[in-house]
């Protein structure tokens, strides 16, 4: 080979790796920038949409969302879990109620984002911000685009994408590497923290409060954090878990027995509509302040100290599979009933 195509080849090369720079420069410039403004726009939207749900009459009851109307909802099917024709469920209870009523697809696949977005406005009344952002986040965490894309309900499980450890409905991933099903026996123990006075539709029945669901997310943090080796949980995943928990009350206002059958049949009780009736849905304005109340109210640190100290918190004990009905064996040590 001459050395003036040796040249012209190295020549070649260079451009190429210099025009690819460019490219790469410029896509993270332009995803960057339509990033922050994706993010200021939603801010201005909720803020917007916060005060008009100030200003303005709530729905009526039997009237919140077009989807269940009057608390009428489509069948419930549970889903099918034989090996050839499995369907997808995830670890999000809400996404797995709305396939189980074929809301979603049945089969949890190839739902779009676009489709999420709509089916959760109309069935839980979440504000137009929330019913955008949420799907629009997972699509850029499975690397997908919101606008054109689909997922199956189970891509969703991705470990530390959305889903996290130390799950109030979940075993960790560690433990249980199908995140489709319910824990009963953790969703038993965070009912057993209820502590709020009950409502006028079941008066016997103690509701879920915010501090409730701090003190039951404080502990799962500590049994969990003690017992999976490969525990860890972001600021970012202690955000959603908060979240995650804080639908509990917008949604439910904390009622045990609908909360008993979404959680643990997901499914949604014959007459259930949800709780919040805003005018333009729950904003994000709205949500964070109860978001924020239940992160701020955990309080893991002292239990965790109790714990380097060599002394189990008193309001903790050991369970096993055999005394929790067939949970697993090593998904923690945990309180069988709420602090007196
Ligand atoms: C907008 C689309 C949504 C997505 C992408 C989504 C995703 C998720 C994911 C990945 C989890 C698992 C987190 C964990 O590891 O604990 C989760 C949990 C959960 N989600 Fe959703 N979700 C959505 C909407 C909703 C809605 C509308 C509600 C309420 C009505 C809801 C209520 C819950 C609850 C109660 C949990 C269980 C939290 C726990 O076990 O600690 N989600 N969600």
Redesign the pocket.
Known sequence: MSSSSVRVRAADSTSFLVLNACTRLLGAVYSNISTVLIYAFIFVWDLVLAILNLVLPDKRVGEVVPLGRGGIWPAYQPPRLDQEKSDSR??????N??ANHGLLPRDGRRITFKQ??TV?RH??N?GPT??F???W??ANILGRSYWSDSFDLSD??VHN??????????DD?YHSPN?GRPAAH?IEFLFSHASGAPNSEFPSAPTLTASDLSET?GK?RVNARAKNSQFSLSTF?KM??S???A??V???GGSLPDLRT??LEERLPLGWE?KCRRRFGLTFAEFNGTVLKIEMGIHENHDVMMWRLGKTPKNIETRTASSDGGGPADSGAFATKKDS
Do not use: K
Request: charged fraction near 10%; glycine fraction near 2%.
């Open positions: 995830c670890s999000c209870p809400a996404l109620t709305l999420l977005s959760i069935s839980f979440f929330f019913c952002f949420v799907p986040f997972a969703l499980d994408g959305i889903e996290h450890d130390a799950s109030l409905t979940r991933t995140q953790l997310l799962r995943h959603f878990a979240s995650n928990a639908t509990m917008h949604m439910f979404f959680l949800t």
